[in-house]
């Protein structure tokens, strides 16, 4: 089983700050990583696929990048609406795995 | 527009078996490439992946449910059906299907919770 590992965990942040979550993953997965965003008692949501190719109607502040078993969300200029937990998932191998989340707190 | 819809009972006893319907429009699951898969979340922790059930009927299963897990489609229905046998209360978590497009789970349903308590 692909093992993904996010840090931090946790982030406390002001609007407009810029962040990164990363995603490490057990072994090589190419670019079959894909992020989402998922807000309290909602389902989670489509950010990016494939590691660095933006999903339909997702706000340009989101990008991706990463290859073989490190990748990165950035957040651009961070707005309220986004503070959510964050989850990266793999689908190069079955069974197929999600990271442990990154929960992102607006100050 | 892609929906899809999770139905099911909101409480199972112990030992009972869980099935879970997954109602969706917006897309055919008779398309190639397509599947539909399960998802659950048990409350405050992580994701984990259960079932795949592919447009050719190709069927996937987390290895440690593998026992315990079926899933069927009825293209007709436009409906994918899973049940999970034995329900403990460690099963307790809501529980999501989602549209599989080219390995991707790009559409979610709203989610069910399921709780396993006698």
């Known amino acids: 089983e692909i093992v993904l590992t996010q840090s931090p965990d946790f982030q406390s942040v002001t609007p407009k700050e810029r962040i990164t979550i990363t995603c490490r993953a057990s072994?090589?997965?190419?670019?079959?990583l894909h992020w989402f965003q998922q807000k309290p008692g909602q389902s989670p949501k489509l950010l990016i696929k494939?590691?660095?190719q933006s999903f339909s109607g997702v706000p340009s502040r989101f990008s991706g990048s990463g290859s073989g078993t490190d990748f990165t969300l950035t957040i651009d200029s961070l707005e309220a609406e986004d503070a959510a937990t964050y989850y990266c998932?793999?689908?190069?191998?079955?069974?197929?795995?999600f990271g442990q989340g990154t929960k992102v707190e607006i100050k | 527009q892609i929906t899809l819809k999770e139905s099911g009972p909101t409480l199972v006893k112990p030992t009972q078996t869980l099935t879970l319907t997954c109602t969706f429009s917006?897309?055919?699951?008779?398309?190639?490439?397509?599947?539909v898969g399960w998802i659950r979340q048990p409350p405050g922790k992580a994701l984990e992946w259960l079932a795949l059930?592919?447009?050719?009927?190709?069927?996937r299963y987390r290895p440690s449910l593998d026992s315990r897990l079926t899933i069927t489609k009825d293209t007709s229905k436009n409906q994918v059906v899973l049940t999970m046998a034995n329900m403990d209360p460690v099963d307790t978590a809501t529980y999501y299907c989602?549209?599989?497009?080219?390995?991707?789970?790009?559409?979610w349903g709203q989610g069910t919770l399921v709780t396993v308590s006698s």
């Open positions: 989602a549209l599989d497009s080219d390995s991707i789970f790009a559409y």
């Open positions: 998932h793999q689908s190069h191998a079955l069974p197929r795995t």
């Open positions: 494939d590691a660095s």
């Open positions: 072994q090589g997965i190419a670019t079959s």
């Open positions: 059930i592919y447009w050719d009927n190709d069927k």
């Open positions: 917006g897309f055919s699951i008779s398309t190639v490439g397509v599947a």
